[in-house]
């Protein structure tokens, strides 16, 4: 039962997706059928420079629903059940998580906080308990088998099993989804661990979509100043009331 880093894998994402996007804002504004135009975007007559430009100046104006039409599916892995209810949270997304009522928990891998690993005294105690725990899930799994349960045993041990036991789960997001779920999950004030695994989430799709995820992340990266409000802030900001004066200034 050993303690486990995250793992972030981009398992796809919709095809040619700048084009998509130019092509779903373009039928906004267009006179014309956008499948006419689609050619002329795959075979480069409309430079992917051009389609960046546009998106970007339409996407500034809150126009972004045509963001939308592109998704991406990660496969995350060595997350925490504590990870995934927060995740879950975010509604406008697919998930397929790894099942606690059929997959065996015997060996179960962990998730340790960094500030539990830190002291040494508490990493012990932490160790100790999840090997507990794993004794206690085998002895009522083999008792609820030897009960008669059979392979319906699992579903009743795993109730002894705690929010840091690791997990793998697929998602798949559309575009303005992750923009939404970056702002709010690559935050300092987002817990520690879905920080990391969106800050990595984030790192796979700039690689494929530059030009919409460049500027992704925290809302004060984008704004240029914390909307969390003074009791909340981290600093790296200024209030928005500082912003405006600085910029007045």
């Known amino acids: 039962m050993p303690a486990v880093e995250p793992r972030v894998e ?8 700048l084009s998509l996007i130019y092509a779903a804002f373009r039928q906004c504004y267009h006179a014309g059928f956008v499948a006419d135009m689609w050619p002329r975007l795959l075979n480069g007559e409309i430079s992917r420079e051009k389609q960046a430009e546009f998106v970007a100046s339409v996407l500034e104006s809150g126009h972004v629903s045509p963001a939308e039409h ?10 925490s059940r504590a990870l995934t209810h927060q995740l879950v949270r975010h509604r406008i997304a697919s998930y397929s998580q790894q099942s606690q009522r059929y997959v065996d928990a015997s060996a179960m891998n962990y998730v340790m906080p960094p500030a539990i690993a830190a002291l040494p005294e508490a990493r012990e105690r932490f160790e100790r308990f999840m090997n507990e725990v794993g004794e206690a899930y085998r002895d009522l799994r083999d008792l609820l088998e030897a009960a008669g349960r059979g392979r319906s045993a699992k579903e009743d ?4 099993l705690p929010q840091a036991a690791a997990s793998n789960i697929v998602v798949t997001m ?19 661990e879905i920080r990391a695994v969106a800050n990595l989430m984030l790192e796979r799709c700039r690689e494929v979509l530059p030009e919409i995820f460049r500027h992704a992340g925290a809302r004060c990266e984008r704004l240029g100043f914390c909307p969390e409000g003074e009791k909340f802030t981290c600093g790296r900001y200024p209030l928005p009331e500082k912003a405006q004066r600085a910029q007045e200034r």
Not at 157 to 160: D, H, K, S
């Open 10 to 17: 981009l398992l796809t994402h919709t095809p040619e997706p």
């Open 70 to 79: 592109v998704s991406f599916t990660f496969a995350l892995s060595g997350v």
């Open 157 to 160: 041990a795993r109730f002894v």
């Open 174 to 192: 559309n575009c303005r989804a992750l923009l939404n779920f970056f702002e709010h999950r690559c935050c300092t004030r987002a817990q520690w």
